[in-house]
């Protein structure tokens, strides 16, 4: 079958072993059909069991009340337990380095309190250039409150000239170029904007060859790619759960901090009455005493309805498994890169994640020239693609091989070729 068909985009959907979890999920509607949603890396659809694990806590409140804290096999109390199994499996963890609490940038600050001490002579941070926006100010603010300049302070890798991202060997020369003065080392899992998928076990083997510490960002990592952070000895990350992970707005974040930390009860940190010793906890007395492991990072009880979400929305990634997920997710992401390499007429865009598949997870990032770039954009939007655009000029697209499809890849290219047939 000749590729580059719709029949053979049928055919890879029909040996997709994955494929059955599509209809496990809602999609947003146009003209009466399933929107083309290429956004799973900025808000994951809505797994339809969700609804149910919502009502189910909201008819334990109706029930039990106060009650419901004690009550039952989810008795709220444990509640962040239950999701512990899952979200260690998912990120390569032990279960007693990993726990769900807060969101994202509250967590980072939570870490960094721990794990960015800057002294005098050691006190910068390296990261990548273009971070994330609140990782940028995460870390220029924490700077700041350990009385640096950001300027001095915090050190961008950034990509060569010419060349769209960022080699592994540059963030390593920097590393060991700043060796002596570097307290953290800190970059995200997958860099939002260009899509590039970081080398975080050899970064965090040379952030430790010089005496640093090697924390991630893995909002864009988390549900997309397989993470071995135990394995790799990282020693901090956290994650958002909204994005590959479903988990519905602002839904809740998790936290690794490695084993070797977890029970350092000398680390600073800022302290909840949730961190504190389970077993003293309704004692309610004076002098915090930390739980081991991530737990101990806890300041507050469980946010039982938006927990829900993600407990059901997590689940389905033990059913589909992660090995699972990122094979299909190579097999797709490469198929759209192959589709799109080959529209006639594309000059004016291009690819600019990259093109090994190491180094990149379910997002492509196409940098668009111009003006041109905006009004194709515009036009997909009206014709029913989700996809983002990110000032100045590019467009993000996220086939997420838990619910998108081969077809609906072609059918995205599709458009675009008929954007290109018809302003041509
Ligand atoms: C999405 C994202 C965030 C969002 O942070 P919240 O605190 O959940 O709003 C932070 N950092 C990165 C790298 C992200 O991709």
Known sequence: MEQGTLEHAKMLDQQDELSRFRSKYHFPQHDGEDCLYFCGNSLGLQPKSTRDALLAELDH????GVEGHFTGDNAWMYYHKLLTPASARLVGAKESEVVIMNTLSTNLHLLMVSFYRPTKERFKIIMEEQAFPSDQYAVESQAKFHGFDPEEAVIEVKARPGEDYIRTEDI????????DSTALVFFSGVNYYTGQFFELERITKCAHEVGAIAGFDLAHAAGNVVLKL???NVDFAAWCSYKYLNSGPGGPSGVFVHEKHGSD???PRFAGWWGHDEESRFKMEKGFIPMQGAQGWQLSNAQVLSFAALKSSIALFDEAGMDALRAKSLKLTNYMEALIDGIEGGDFFKI??????YLRGAQLSMLTKDKIG?????????NGVICDWREPNVIRLAAVPMYNSFEDVWRFVDLVKRWISENS
């Open 265 to 267: 009860r000398t680390l």
């Open 352 to 357: 600019i994640t990259p093109k090994e598949q």
């Open 230 to 232: 135990h394995e790799w």
């Open 172 to 179: 390593e020369a920097t590393i060991k170029e700043h060796g």
């Open 374 to 382: 905006k009004a194709l954009f515009d036009y997909l939007s009206a």
């Open 61 to 64: 409140w109706s029930a039990y």
